[in-house]
């Protein structure tokens, strides 16, 4: 009698690569620097990856950076998401759509 194994569903997560975590972290760095930005944490879903960004540790993510492989071809792969759910910025480009959080950590040095 041949007993059939279910079949194994390896399902491949989504998740950002070296060069994408490079960018990303780059980032974190100099908004962690200017005091703005304290924690951070990643998400491989199937669907999806998420970097999410935090003031402290026990709140919700200030903003979520979110990497869509399936709209690779329609809007772009890239979004960055308010803390409301708000998409800030969409794009193709990563660097492109993370400069919308640079121009947060800009400030005009009165005189």
Not at 33 to 41: K, N, P, V
Not at 60 to 89: C, F, S, T, W
Request: proline share 4%.
């Amino acid at each position: 009698m041949n007993m059939q194994n279910p079949p194994r569903t390896t399902e491949a997560q989504v998740s950002f690569d070296r060069r994408e975590l490079s960018v990303i972290l780059s980032l974190y760095g100099r908004m962690v620097a200017a005091g703005e930005w304290r924690d951070y944490g990643i998400s491989c879903l199937r669907n999806s990856a998420v970097f999410s960004v935090f003031r402290r540790t026990a709140e919700h993510p200030l903003y979520r950076i979110e990497k869509h492989p399936h709209l690779r071809n329609r809007q772009g792969m890239y979004a960055v998401i308010g803390m409301d759910g708000q998409i800030l910025k969409r794009g193709h480009d990563l660097g492109a759509v993370l400069k919308v959080l640079e121009r947060r950590l800009l400030r005009v040095i009165g005189e």
